[in-house]
T-cell receptor, first 117, second 112 residues
Framework: SAVISQKPSRDICQRGTSLTIQCQVD?????MFWYRQQPGQSLTLIAT?????????ESGFVIDKFPISRPNLTFSTLTVSNMSPEDSSIYLC??????????????FGPGTRLTVT | SQQGEEDPQALSIQEGENATMNCSYK?????LQWYRQNSGRGLVHLIL???NEREKHSGRLRVTLDTSKKSSSLLITASRAADTASYFC????????????WGLGTSLAVNP
């Protein structure tokens, strides 16, 4: 299994500002994922980040709002730009770990709880 | 929407009882996974079942998959207070085994 840490664990930010969330993994992984989870809700995939290539964004999420960096195989950042209260959420990074055969499970970081006022 | 549906949304049981949660989806899948989320340990992978499997066990967990009905169930036997958590199913679509599509989750409360 992989051990994943995220910084910060929580933050309270003012609208219009930006926050960069860091995700560090203790082993090299190919694919990293960024999710958003609003209170009491399920997970929504924001984007998939592969090292050495541009992140792939899901419908409803754009690079200008959620720029992602993936400088190496153990680290990624997600920036939430020009924040509004609607961005208040838990942001989770995850990595893919091969299960048996070609079926992949994911390991998750502890999450970053963001409140925008 | 491709999002999975889970029922019940919330379940409250006594310690020692069994808990069953169901997940339904709308299209062909590659595999289906169950995850648990609580405040102490975050989101944790529990079990993965492939589309050609019908049942898997892991400790007190039993997962079934019925591809004809496009549904899966998670059974937790002899529940404990520590099983209190939200449980999510997540699956990958046939032809794409990397991207997980998540269900809405079941909130389980196990009362001592």
């Amino acid at each position: 299994s992989a051990v994943i840490s995220q910084k910060p664990s929580r933050d309270i930010c003012q609208r219009g500002t930006s926050l960069t969330i860091q995700c560090q993994v203790d082993s090299q992984v190919t694919m990293m994922f960024w999710y958003r989870q609003q209170p009491g809700q399920s997970l929504t995939l924001i984007a998939t980040a592969n090292q050495g290539s541009e992140a792939t964004y899901e419908s409803g999420f754009v690079i200008d709002k959620f720029p992602i960096s993936r400088p190496n195989l153990t680290f990624s950042t997600l920036t939430v730009s020009n924040m509004s209260p609607e961005d208040s959420s838990i942001y989770l990074c995850s990595v893919e770990a091969p299960a048996r055969g070609a079926f992949y499970e994911q390991y998750f970081g502890p999450g970053t709880r963001l409140t925008v006022t | 929407s491709q999002q999975g549906e889970e029922d019940p949304q919330a379940l409250s049981i006594q310690e020692g009882e069994n808990a069953t949660m169901n997940c339904s989806y709308k299209t062909s899948i590659n595999n289906l996974q169950w995850y648990r989320q609580n405040s102490g340990r975050g989101l944790v992978h529990l079990i993965l079942i492939r589309s050609n499997e019908r049942e898997k066990h892991s400790g007190r967990l039993r997962v079934t998959l019925d591809t004809s009905k496009k549904s899966s169930s998670l059974l937790i036997t002899a529940s404990r207070a520590a099983d209190t958590a939200s449980y999510f199913c997540a699956y990958t679509l046939a032809g794409n085994n990397r991207k997980l599509i998540w269900g809405l989750g079941t909130s389980l409360a196990v009362n001592p």
